[in-house]
């Protein structure tokens, strides 16, 4: 499957067209190890704890030109906020 950044730059635009972003008070979560997160026959291992304010302090770095994106890293906190507000909305 192939995606491009400018679809998913439409899509978020498109979903977050009214601008109103809530986050959960609950801001820690399980995190299981890329090795394994695809491996859905076998129960993970390595688990961690994530932070969704650490996450989203992370790419504030970059809004702030503090620091340039670093695609894999920056995507795996990205991620973690999208699930967050994905999550205060059910």
């Keep these: 499957m192939k995606i491009s ?3 998913i730059k439409i899509l978020v635009e498109k979903i977050f067209a009214d601008d109103k972003v809530y986050i959960p008070s609950k801001d820690h979560y399980w995190n299981i190890d890329s090795s394994e997160i695809y491996n859905v026959y076998n129960q993970p291992k390595k688990l961690d704890i994530g932070q969704v304010t650490e996450d989203w302090n992370e790419l504030l770095q970059i809004l ?3 620091r340039e994106p670093i695609l894999f890293h ?3 906190h990205l991620s973690q906020v ?3 507000i994905a999550e205060s909305e059910k």
């Design 64 to 66: 702030e030109n503090k």
């Design 74 to 76: 920056d995507l795996e």
């Design 5 to 7: 950044g400018k679809q």
């Design 82 to 84: 999208l699930r967050a």
